[in-house]
């Protein structure tokens, strides 16, 4: 399995989103921010809000916010809206699509896979990225105030 940039982005922007909310933020601020192309960041954007996780908002002082409460949206539902399958192995979500299906000695590792994959991602919540972006950027505080 292979995450591509577009549900790493998406995470990321859900991040920024959630750290500088609750209130709209600027498309071209989470773009700035997390050094995304913001071309690519609409699009990315689109996805997210068609998935329900951000809705827009107009006007002068307008932007994205959070859809749902941060503790509300996982990182496996995330990257499921970005990639589509997760499966590591094109059997595992498609049984008929392989001749060896039950004779396989290497399905039972791949179904762990799976599994482990969805486990992790799925029991990660918006929120714990949010807290983990705060927790990084208090310890960058600390260090500029003692080099500082």
Wanted: aromatic content about 4%; some cysteine.
């Amino acid at each position: 399995m292979w995450v591509s940039t577009k549900a790493q982005y998406g995470l990321r922007a859900l991040v920024e989103i959630g750290v500088r909310g609750p209130g709209p933020v600027p498309l071209k601020d989470v773009a700035k921010a997390q050094g995304i192309s913001q071309h690519y960041l609409e699009q990315i954007a689109a996805a997210l809000r068609r998935a329900g996780f951000i809705r827009s908002v107009r006007g002068a002082h307008g932007g994205y916010r959070l859809a749902r409460a941060p503790e509300e949206i996982n990182a496996l539902q995330v990257v499921e809206t970005m990639e589509g399958s997760l499966s590591p192995v094109g059997c595992i979500e498609d049984p008929g699509s392989c001749d060896h299906q039950g004779n396989c000695s290497t399905e039972a590792l791949w179904r762990r896979v799976d599994m482990a994959i969805r486990e992790v991602l799925g029991s990660t919540s918006l929120q714990d990225l949010i807290i983990e972006r705060q927790l990084i950027e208090a310890r960058e505080r600390a260090r500029g105030a003692i080099t500082g």
